[in-house]
Structure formats: C-alpha cells, structure tokens
C-alpha cells in the first residue's frame, strides 16, 4: 500500500503564503500522478490542483495564479505552495495519490489551512 503524510498547514493572515507537503512511501512515486485536495466543513471535497506523472500540471479556477503544484521525485514528496492566501481558502487540505499502486486511489490524511482576515 501507499500511506501519505502532509504537513504544513497552519494559521495565516489574508494575503500570507504557506506551502503544503506530502510524502509518500511504500511504491513508486515517480509512476503516478498527485493531486491536492480541500474540504471546508459541511462542504463537498474539492480538486485544488493536479501534478501528472510527466510534470503537467493543471489548476482550479479558484486558485490559478496563486498556487503552485510541484513534485519532487527524488524525495517522494509533492508540494502545494500558495500565495495571496483569501479566507475562502481556509480547509482541510489533502493529498491524493491517483490511479496509484495496484490501480487504487491513496488519500493523506489531511492537514489544516486557516485564513483570517
């Protein structure tokens, strides 16, 4: 199996930055692709971005600009780096490792992200 480990989320100011991370063990990083993910009490869980086995990347609206999805292979780590922090950004983030070992999704288990005003 694949166990995934984020670390840090914390408590910023509207307009701050903070930058997520996720690791990963127990298959080939490199092979599949990563996604964050958020969820905001009573709310749906929500793709914020995606980083491909190749490097593509692609955003949600909501965030494009301001965030930035990177992996480091070598490390077996993916990053979340977000900038120009609103407080609608304030969730639960999660890492997911997709179409990942034996064809099976892999979710971390969250780290929290809180924007004050």
């Known amino acids: 199996q694949v166990q995934l480990v984020e670390s840090g989320g914390g408590l910023v100011q509207a307009g701050g930055s903070l930058r997520l991370s996720c690791t990963a063990s127990?298959?080939?990083?490199?092979?599949?692709?990563m996604g964050w993910y958020r969820q905001a009490p009573g709310k749906q869980r929500d793709l914020v971005a995606i980083?491909?086995?190749?490097?593509?990347?692609n955003y949600a609206d909501s965030v494009k600009g301001r965030f930035t999805i990177s992996r480091d292979n070598a490390q077996n780590t993916v990053y979340l780096q977000m900038t120009s922090l609103k407080p609608e950004d304030t969730a639960v983030y999660y890492c997911?490792?997709?179409?990942?070992?034996?064809?099976?999704?892999?979710w971390g288990q969250g780290t929290q992200v809180t924007v004050s005003s």
């Open positions: 980083i491909g086995s190749g490097g593509n990347t």
């Open positions: 997911k490792c997709e179409a990942c070992y034996g064809g099976y999704d892999y």
């Open positions: 127990g298959s080939v990083f490199s092979l599949y692709r």
